[in-house]
């Protein structure tokens, strides 16, 4: 797929190097940092050519003060905070498939600003503003091409991860495209450093749920054509399936997976995760795997399936049964 030759280290590493700088202050939800990052993304959906979804161009919004799980419910009612969700489109060319969608996803908060805690500000970098540069350069990737796939892709950026997969689940709650339509999210999580604390994992990434859907294997013939390993973290990745965004569209029945470089780095909710620790080129060749994964699903006329041998499948499985 000539996809995989657009993908670019260059690019994500300027992209980076903006969304987390100081300027951006950690990107908090809500704050104003976050709020540039929004406009920042949507600039970049609208630049890559893809179409815009929400409620405004490129925007799903909702008030913090209403979707914060941990708002004080006696308090008198808060100033309207909004929070966004960074949403675009490339429509399908197939009649029958492009009524079928894939979710690309990575969350663009994190945790802000801690006054006294270091330097004060955590910049998010590898988490996870690399993979909110992923998605971007994804779905440049994909619209550039002559050839478009047959299936529509959703690449959706989302706020208030950090305060417990808030955007994604609230995505979950007001879909933008059918949920019983939307065959596969592949969310992108912590893929920019190698230093894993178990040892350097280079051009390599992990899968959570590997095996709770066919979604893993997909991922794995990706990385065999590309030259990445992709395997099953035997604690991890059964563990951190419920830790990120995919669990929000899982729970809507979406075979939905996270794709990982590292779990555990050095600078982990810390306040020297910065962009100047990447392995860009590394990011790059994981991208270029993920890439081949979305365009053969995009171009399969079989939809990915929850797996029924596996017991912790069963839930998302029955879910995804109820809705068809």
Avoid: C
Avoid at 12 to 40: C, H, K, Q, V, Y
Avoid at 60 to 81: G, L
Avoid at 206 to 216: E, I, P, Q, R
């Amino acid at each position: 797929a000539p996809v995989l030759d657009r993908i670019s280290a260059t690019a994500m590493r300027g992209n980076l190097a903006f969304l987390a700088s100081d300027a951006l202050e950690g990107r908090g939800t809500p704050s104003r940092g976050l709020d540039i990052a929004a406009e920042f993304i949507a600039s970049q959906f609208r630049a890559a050519g893809l179409e815009p979804l929400g409620d405004e161009p490129y925007f799903q919004t909702a008030d913090w003060n209403k979707i914060n799980p941990r708002r004080d419910k006696n308090a008198a009612p808060a100033a309207p905070a909004k929070v966004r969700n960074v949403v675009g489109i490339l429509h399908g060319s197939d009649p029958a498939l492009k009524d079928s969608y894939i979710l690309v996803t990575a969350h663009y908060d994190h945790v802000g600003l801690k006054p006294g805690e270091g330097d004060g500000i955590f910049n998010g970098a590898n988490d996870d503003g690399s993979g909110t540069v992923s998605v971007i350069e994804l779905a440049k990737a994909f619209a550039a091409q002559k050839e478009r796939p047959k299936r529509s892709i959703v690449f959706m950026t989302v706020f208030g991860e950090e305060h417990g997969l808030v955007g994604s689940r609230y995505y979950g709650a007001n879909p933008l495209v059918p949920i019983e339509k939307t065959v596969a999210g592949i969310n992108l999580e912590q893929v920019g450093r190698t230093d894993d604390s178990e040892g350097p994992q280079k051009l390599a990434f992990a899968v959570t749920g590997y095996d709770f859907s066919d979604v893993g294997a997909i991922l794995k013939q990706a990385g065999d054509q590309t030259g990445i390993k992709v395997w099953k973290h035997p604690v991890n990745s059964d563990k951190y399936f419920a830790h990120s965004d995919n669990q929000a569209l899982a729970d809507q029945g979406i075979p939905a997976h996270t794709v990982s470089v590292a779990y555990a780095f050095p600078d982990y909710h810390g306040d020297g995760d910065h962009w100047d620790k990447i392995d860009y080129e590394n990011m790059a060749a994981v991208n270029r795997a993920v890439a081949l994964a979305i365009w053969n699903i995009a171009n399969s006329a079989e939809a990915p399936k929850w797996n029924k041998a596996n017991p912790k499948a069963a839930k998302y499985l029955g879910v995804r049964e109820q809705r068809r």
